[in-house]
């Protein structure tokens, strides 16, 4: 029932893009997105709440297709702050599902 | 305080000694989750608590594990007869409790660290 995303790891310099995706073979009522930093607390970052949503904030967003049962998150820009890990997450009945991860480095 | 507050910050204990841990949720939070996240890896769903429902306890691991919440407030989260595949980072978050989480934002404390040796 875990999410699956994508790609497990990925190195950046600084100002390039990246595109995290996140799949459920189950049906997504909402989709979380949190950064944990190493040897921290995960952080929220987004919710989705509906099909086709799209959010953002700074220079990152996410989009939400339902059908598909993905979710992305996009990172423009890319700055030293946004390394960590990235977990996509999703309620089901009374539980919640984080992601498989994804590590993020945004080197200089 | 301000946030989701965790205790203690590191344990460590003998195989096959029981442990609590604890976590005190944001004021006003009517949802508390509990996470075990081990080394290098994701975060693991055990339990999530909606203020005075009875807890799904099916995400515990084992019947070694058991948690409680008192007055929909402060929560312990048990494991008994400790093995060292328990030895994790276990994570509390708390979220106002709205949508039946679906649309909750989850405040995670910062979390404690069990070895079990």
């Known amino acids: 029932q875990q999410p699956v995303q994508s790609p497990q790891a990925v190195i950046l310099r600084e100002g390039e893009d990246a595109v995290i995706n996140c799949s459920s073979s189950?049906?997504?009522?909402?989709v979380h997105w949190y950064r944990q930093k190493h040897g921290e607390a995960p952080v929220f970052l987004m919710i989705?709440?509906?099909?086709?949503e799209q959010k953002g904030h700074d220079k990152i967003s996410a989009s939400f297709n339902e059908k598909k049962q993905q979710s992305s998150l996009y990172l423009t820009a890319s700055q030293l702050s946004y390394s960590g890990t990235y977990f996509c997450?999703?309620?089901?009945?009374?539980?919640?599902?984080f992601g498989t991860g994804t590590s993020l480095t945004v080197i200089p | 305080g301000a946030g989701v507050s965790q205790s203690p910050s590191n344990k460590v204990t003998e195989k096959g000694k029981d442990v609590e841990l604890r976590c005190d949720p944001i004021?006003?939070?009517?949802?508390l989750y509990w996470y075990r996240q081990s080394l290098g890896q994701g975060l693991e769903f055990l339990i999530y608590?909606?203020?005075?429902?009875?807890?799904?306890k099916s995400g515990l691991p084992s019947d070694r594990f058991s948690a409680e919440r008192t007055g929909g407030s402060v929560s312990t989260l048990t494991i008994q007869r400790t093995q060292q595949e328990d030895s994790a980072v276990y994570l509390c978050?708390?979220?106002?409790?709205?949508?039946?989480?679906?649309?909750?934002?989850?405040?995670f404390g910062p979390g404690t660290r069990l070895t079990v040796l």
């Open positions: 989705l709440l509906k099909g086709g």
């Open positions: 978050a708390s979220s106002l409790g709205l949508g039946a989480g679906r649309t909750d934002t989850q405040y």
């Open positions: 189950k049906a997504l009522y909402s």
């Open positions: 004021s006003g939070h009517t949802a």
């Open positions: 997450g999703t309620p089901t009945g009374n539980q919640f599902y």
């Open positions: 608590f909606q203020g005075n429902s009875a807890p799904d």
